[in-house]
């Protein structure tokens, strides 16, 4: 059964950084993208950002240029490097796997 946990989550100052974690269960050979999606409060979930096997990197326009997102040598790891938070960037983070599994998501909340 594929495994998606996030971590990282946390309660940040505006301008300020965090790094998400999602460790994943399966072979690399299952992997065929990892995202990271988020939910705000009364809102749809949104796409955040996209690793795929080969290494090519997406990014959602609001985000491009303060997040980054990359994987460990063994592609058990993805990791979403925030910079330059802002208030309109707290939500619920979520890893997904190939467009079909999700992790239980963590809360990420940037507020002064």
């Known amino acids: 059964q594929v495994q998606l946990v996030e971590s990282g989550g946390a309660l940040v100052q505006p301008g300020g950084s965090l790094r998400l974690s999602c460790a994943i269960s399966?072979?690399?050979?299952?992997?065929?993208?990892i995202g990271w999606y988020r939910q705000a409060p009364g809102e749809q979930r949104e796409w955040v950002a996209t690793?795929?096997?080969?290494?090519?990197?997406d990014y959602a326009g609001s985000v491009k240029g303060r997040f980054t997102i990359f994987r460990n040598n063994a592609w058990n790891m993805v990791y979403l490097q925030m910079n330059n938070l802002t208030p309109e960037d707290t939500a619920v983070y979520y890893c997904?796997?190939?467009?079909?599994?999700w992790g239980q998501g963590t809360q990420v909340t940037v507020s002064s």
């Open positions: 690793i795929t096997r080969g290494g090519t990197t």
């Open positions: 997904n796997m190939n467009s079909i599994y």
């Open positions: 399966e072979s690399i050979f299952s992997i065929y993208t």
